[in-house]
T-cell receptor
Framework: GAVVSQHPSWVICKSGTSVKIECRSL??????MFWYRQFPKQSLMLMAT?????????EQGVEKDKFLINHASLTLSTLTVTSAHPEDSSFYIC?????????????????FGAGSRLTVL | QKEVEQNSGPLSVPEGAIASLNCTYS??????FFWYRQYSGKSPELIMS????GDKEDGRFTAQLNKASQYVSLLIRDSQPSDSATYLC??????????FGTGTRLKVLA
């Protein structure tokens, strides 16, 4: 089946540095990808919707200048956390709609990458 | 505000019992519904999807949808300790956005 590949799976960085997380769709094209953040024992929080060839759509309260999203091709979206601080430490997960359109068992299914755990010291 | 609501739990069931997880949604135009399982420290993985009223079975899992009541449930038969995880309910309304509930933590006691 369709796979969403995300890396790195974990990263540790110093405060003030930038970190890039990549999300790739394998064997399919993803015009839209979604980026989520999840703090320990909390629910998924949608940060932004990444659209191939255009600007990302950010959710309310998410700083677009801090969380830079680039979706330059149909198989790659990247999230860059700029000037990271300890409060940015979290689990970042990308996803893409891998299901078919319309109805059916696999219609409109959202598939997640494995996630990237960011720790900012 | 379109929402999907779930009881956070934890829901504890003995091994071999049926676990019943429930979810309600507010957006009447929601078309498809999904149940994801998330183990601690891992990303969500799809268990089942459902879009028609009634029951849908897949192995030990049965999803139930009642659009009139705006209610979705997931039954896990013969629960195993390996089923212990957080279960996320999500809806999709034909737009680009999926709405996720906060998840129900399930504990299956050996």
């Amino acid at each position: 089946g369709a796979v969403v590949s995300q890396h790195p799976s974990w990263v540790i960085c110093k405060s003030g540095t930038s970190v890039k997380i990549e999300c790739r769709s394998l064997d399919f094209q993803a015009t839209t990808m979604f980026w989520y953040r999840q703090f320990p024992k909390q629910s998924l929080m949608l940060m932004a919707t990444s659209n191939e060839g255009s600007k990302a759509t950010y959710e309310q309260g998410v700083e677009k200048d801090k969380f830079l999203i680039n979706h330059a091709s149909l198989t790659l979206s990247t999230l860059t956390v700029t000037s990271a601080h300890p409060e940015d430490s979290s689990f970042y997960i990308c996803s893409a709609k891998t299901g078919t359109s319309g109805r059916g068992a696999r219609a409109n299914v959202l598939t997640f990458g494995a996630g990237s755990r960011l720790t900012v010291l | 505000q379109k929402e999907v609501e779930q009881n956070s739990g934890p829901l504890s069931v003995p091994e071999g019992a049926i676990a019943s997880l429930n979810c309600t949604y507010s957006d009447r135009v929601s078309q498809s519904f999904f149940w994801y399982r998330q183990y601690s420290g891992k990303s969500p993985e799809l268990i089942m999807s459902i879009y028609s009223n009634g029951d849908k079975e897949d192995g030990r899992f049965t999803a139930q949808l009642n659009k009139a009541s705006q209610y979705v449930s997931l039954l896990i038969r013969d629960s195993q300790p390996s089923d212990s995880a957080t279960y996320l309910c999500a809806s999709w309304a034909g737009t680009y956005k999926y709405i996720f509930g906060t998840g129900t933590r399930l504990k299956v006691l050996a």
